[in-house]
């Protein structure tokens, strides 16, 4: 049943008629509530407001496999003034990106190029650049491109996915480059031959990369929604005496924002993903995918003034 719900939930993900359509209503039924804005401008708010509740950003740019190597020189662009302005506003925020909106799918040059300009401008203003990590067909070109960019750039970090076989090996050869990782369980449909297909054994490798990463010495990012995910983490960072600057804790804007308080009335590092853009529905979908009963949640969050 759970398998029936999500595969209906990411087919809808993929109607460009619904998806237009919420393009329509616009942000005012998801701004605030999932996303930040339309527009980094118009999710400044909202990220100011998470600020002052003690929780640290990194906002992402919705929208991926673009085909067109403009598109992807206008996303490079928007990203550059992101910076700017999350520099100029003072704001606590990183950025997020996937290679695809900066042209992987068209050619390898194109993705370096922008990149470059990208980590320039962020390294100008002090702001880490997080490279999401997207479905496994991409993940090795993903990391070949965090590895070169590593060399040079130390503001420059990536994401592991705990359901994918090759994660445990992939955190021991990252090693060398003490890399600041963000460790997630891993959204998209995988075949069996490449991801573990029982939530419990990829719980039970989630557990394993943590520990692995942070006794390794490495900045860990643990994003979770996930109570004994999160749970595991405070007992392993709790026994090997870690410090609270090696290691933090995300989640996604809208999702458990009670718990996102919580962590941070106790004293732990809580980044919050603020996506924004006018792509905000497959994004959303794809959340219920994952758990449907974020439907009661989104409904009360939309309907709310
Ligand atoms: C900041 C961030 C960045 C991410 N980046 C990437 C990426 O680059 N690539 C990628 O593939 N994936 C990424 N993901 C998504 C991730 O891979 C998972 O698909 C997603 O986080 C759902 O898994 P989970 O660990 O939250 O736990 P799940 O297995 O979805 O949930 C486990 C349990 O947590 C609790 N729970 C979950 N959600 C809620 C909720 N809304 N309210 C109350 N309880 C809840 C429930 O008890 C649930 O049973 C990211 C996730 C986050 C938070």
Redesign the pocket.
Known sequence: MEAVTKNFFLFLSKSTLLNRAAQNWGEGIAAGKIIGGSDFQSSIKFIKDLNDQGLAVTVDHLGEFVTNASVAKERTEECIETIKMIASEGLDSQVSLKMTSLGLDINHELVYENMTRILEAAEEQGIMVTI??EDEQRCQKTLDIFKDFKQKYNNIST?L?AYLYRTEQDIEDLNQYSPFL?L?????NESPKVAFPN?ADVDENYKKIIKVHLLNGNYTAV?????A?IDYTKKIVKEHDISPNQFEF???YG??SKTQKELVEEGYKMRV?VPYGNDWYGYFMRRLA??PS?IV?AFKGMTKK
């Open positions: 999401d990590m994401v996915q963000r997630v369980k891993g959204a998209y939530k994003a979770t929604h996930d109570d995910i995300q989640m996604l999702m458990r993903y994952e758990r974020n949640f």
